[in-house]
């Protein structure tokens, strides 16, 4: 099996590809390894490493109903998603119901915030909707993925190309095959924090089980994606991916993947924030993946 390179400009989405990659192929394919490519942002730029926004980024609140069916239903199901947030501090919920504001605490020289009450549960199949914090759920899983002994990470200047990081990983691999999952994307793409945190929604939250305890402060104010989505005209819809695989020197296929339905918000914002989006993506990639191990005689001798 070669060693597969994930290239994508959402360390967030990076991380989420190389977690579902190892739940889908490792049992079958156990020599399996990954590298990747976390891309550092220029200054201003888009990401969730940027400085300006490493310790604001907002908690985030998706529904698990609304959410576009996966074609890989077998994998991408709910268990697969508890793995995911394992020791992430997220939070389930059981009940999301929007409601106006009374007239206590109005201050006339603000706008009104939309409030949502939220119904907090154990992780079950009834669940409707989760609140987590992207920062929490990346270094989780990279935690995860670095101790698994078969994910490496190496870092990406916006001044350095690709093709020259391949170059020299391939030095440390003599005869080694690689398969370099690149995801193409708009390179002056931008973080809008005013936009997000424009979209922030107060919680009321309330529970029925005195059993859940955490050990973070239930946060007062999130990023209700669902209405970021909406109030932004963002397609619901997950973008469709083509790829075109080109063979480079020293055994190298790269697979550009390209996506067809590009939306300057979606996958310039919210892709840093959106777990169903990364989600979406990794249902994708499975596809395009067995696509790509049925070509190769190869990769079909070691499934």
Known sequence: MPLIIISHPS???SYTLAH???QTY?????????????????????GLFN???????????????????????DILNFEFIIDLLKNSGSIYL???????PTHQGYNMDKPITNVLEVSIENPSNSSVGL???????????RF??????????????????????????????????FVVLDFKSNDNARYDSFLINSNLSKLHTTTTNINIVYNFKIPSDILWIPRFKAMTNIPFTNPLYSYQIHHGQDQTKVVQIINQTYHKIRDEIIIHYDLFQSLGICDNLIQILNQILLINRRFKSNL
């Open 26 to 46: 490792l049992v079958r394919v156990p020599s399996l390894k990954l590298v990747v490519v976390e891309h550092q942002q220029v200054n201003g730029g888009g």
């Open 51 to 73: 400085k300006s926004n490493h310790d604001i980024s907002p908690w985030c609140g998706v529904s698990m109903v609304n959410n576009p069916h996966f074609v890989n239903k």
């Open 20 to 22: 579902c990659i190892l």
């Open 94 to 100: 059981s009940r999301v119901i929007p409601i106006i």
């Open 144 to 177: 995860k993925l670095f101790n698994s002994g078969l994910v490496s990470f190496v870092s990406l200047s916006p001044s350095s190309k690709l093709n020259i990081l391949i170059s020299q990983i391939s030095k440390q691999y003599i005869n080694q095959e």
């Open 131 to 141: 609140i987590y914090h992207p920062i929490l759920l990346m270094n989780n899983l």
């Open 11 to 13: 360390t967030f989405v």
